[in-house]
């Protein structure tokens, strides 16, 4: 007699996760419980994950034309002064003397992100196989692009702190995820 689910008087091999025939009258349910069929497709945490991705290129449409407007508004303070006394003395003195490294760094950055995302999707809607290991690379560039950015800007507060280490979290909990998952490893097979 075999192991297998149901018992099989002919000794035939059958695939667990093939239905099992269904009877006439009541029947079995097509999975016993303990055989479900493999997690795949881009349903659960996937279906979040992309909601992220979509996230962050919006992000950051908006995030690299503000820096270019910061890098104007900073070459051109009089017209801002005029409008509102004080202002620009206000915003630039969270940089200090790195605004330009970080106005010019941010914007760097943040194309490279904004492609790399781009990137991301489509591998990741033609469910290449290589996916995982590039979001968790892309993943560890975003920690560390957090990092930085919190070191060249030391007086920012505690909210921007706790907000950066939360997104740290965050990419940390994906990074396990692309790891570990039954769902990524079933999914991205091409």
Sequence with gaps: MSNEYPPNPNDVQQNPYQAP?????????PYPPYMQPPLQGLG????????????????????????????????NPGQFDAVVPGMTN????????????????????????????????VFFYKRKKFLPRVM??????????????????????ISPTISSIFGIATLVAWIFYFMRSVRV?????R
């Design 21 to 29: 025939p269904q009877q006439q009258y009541g029947g079995m349910p």
């Design 44 to 75: 659960g945490w996937l279906a979040c994950f992309q909601v992220y991705m979509y996230y962050v290129l919006i992000a950051f449409m908006f995030t690299i034309p503000s820096y270019i407007f910061l890098i104007w508004m900073h070459n």
């Design 90 to 121: 206000s915003v630039f003195s969270v940089y200090g003397n790195n605004f330009m490294l970080v106005m010019i760094m941010g914007i760097v950055l943040s194309i490279i992100s904004f492609l790399w995302m781009i990137t991301n999707l």
């Design 136 to 157: 968790i690379a892309y993943c560890l560039f975003q920690i560390a692009v957090s990092v930085v950015t919190l070191l060249l800007i030391p007086k920012v507060g």
């Design 185 to 189: 490893k079933n999914t991205f097979v």
